[in-house]
């Protein structure tokens, strides 16, 4: 089990093209992709595998640059996700195609336990 006491954020990493991106990511249920990486980032990780329009929470709709990626949560040996990383906007969002793969409570806004 992995307990993250930064709430409701967990510790990942995500491998794209040989880059590593890893930081806190904060645990996003209402998002179905794999993991929201700021717009900077695209910067660092060179041409994107595709540009899509995506729509935001608030209905607007945006153009976000895709990569393939593997992610990981610190603590978790051996879980991976093959899923698209999505440059937009400036933090972090882990989202369902790679929560939906883990058992996750929050705690009264104290901590997140996560496990496989």
């Known amino acids: 089990m992995v307990v993250s006491h930064v709430y409701p954020y967990l510790r990942f ?3 794209v093209r040989g880059q590593e991106l890893s930081d806190l990511a904060y645990v996003d249920t ?3 992709g794999g ?8 910067l660092r990780l060179g041409s994107p595998d595709e540009v899509i329009s995506v729509e935001l929470g ?3 709709s945006s153009l976000a640059l895709v990569y393939r990626a593997v992610i990981t949560v610190d603590g978790l040996q051996g879980f991976q996700v093959l ?3 999505l440059c937009l906007g ?6 369902r195609e790679v ?15 996560v496990e496989l």
Do not use: M, W
């Not at 993991?35 to 695209?42: G, H, T």
């Not at 400036?90 to 989202?95: A, D, K, M, Q, S």
């Open 13 to 15: 990493r995500c491998q």
């Open 30 to 32: 209402g998002f179905d």
């Open 35 to 42: 993991l929201i990486a700021p717009q900077k980032e695209a």
């Open 58 to 60: 608030d209905g607007s």
């Open 83 to 85: 899923t698209s990383v």
């Open 90 to 95: 400036n933090e972090y969002l882990l989202g």
């Open 99 to 113: 929560i939906d793969k883990l058992r996750i409570c929050f705690h009264h806004g104290e901590r997140v336990e």
